[in-house]
């Protein structure tokens, strides 16, 4: 549920009177409430502040504008499985029902935008481009959930975390390095691992000389290739 006690940075028409962050076609989010002519707002959240949480009412659609968003379910055991890593441009919170399957949680200070779910369903209601980038987006998250299913019910734990490493490559690297913004548990709890066997497994990466620190979160790979191969 949407924290009351938070306020607006700012309220954002996406579309001609506004300019979206990143173009239309870029930026599936944008070109849905774009076209629609919807109206987003902006919210901040501090570091592992709750955004909504499990079985509450699904009543937005979110993306992420800046800093990284966690989904998890936490289950009887008292174990927590993370469902998705979200970063900018990333949307989240598309349910096919009326309640969250999943919580959501701020990784570090972040700020999302965020348009009544509705608006999103009455807009694809009436309008066929509106309807089919929805289920473009949909299907995304379908695709995402199927390959997390795979990644932990048939990989190794030095898979898991070669498949976890390429990902992040592919999203975050910036000039060769990637930041990331979970911490190791973070990680562990997404590929279904402890912290000591993920630990582990990037120690043994870093003697082999696939990837190097630069800092506790700050990764270089050396030899995506052999990651690959791992991954295959």
């Not at 989904?71 to 029902?97: C, N, W």
């Not at 695709?143 to 975390?161: C, I, N, P, S």
């Amino acid at each position: 549920m949407l924290n009351a006690s938070l306020t607006p940075l700012n309220t954002v028409v996406i579309g001609n009177k506004a300019p979206p962050v990143a173009p239309a076609s870029m930026d599936p989010f944008a070109a849905v409430t774009g076209h629609a002519g919807l109206v987003a707002s902006e919210f901040t959240y501090r570091k592992d502040e709750e955004i909504y949480g499990e079985d509450e009412p699904a009543e937005y659609v979110y993306q992420v504008v800046s800093g990284a968003v966690r989904t998890y379910k936490m289950l009887s055991d008292g174990r927590r499985q993370i469902g998705a890593f979200h970063l900018p441009g990333d949307v989240f919170g598309l349910e096919s029902g009326p309640s969250h399957r999943l919580a959501a949680e701020a990784i570090i200070d972040t700020t999302v935008r965020l348009v009544k779910r509705k608006s999103l369903e009455h807009a694809a209601g009436v309008d066929v481009q509106v309807a089919r980038k929805l289920w473009a987006m949909t299907a995304g998250e379908l695709r995402h959930a199927e390959d997390h299913m795979l990644l932990l019910g048939r990989k190794t734990a030095m898979e898991r975390v070669a498949t976890f490493l390429l990902e992040m490559d592919r999203r975050l690297a910036v000039a060769g390095m990637m930041a990331l913004p979970m911490c190791r548990r973070d990680i562990g709890d997404y590929l279904g691992l402890t912290l000591e066997t993920v630990s582990r497994a990037l120690s043994q990466l870093h003697a082999e000389g696939i990837l190097g620190f630069s800092g506790a979160r700050q990764i270089v790979l050396r030899n995506r290739q052999r990651l690959r191969n791992m991954d295959a």
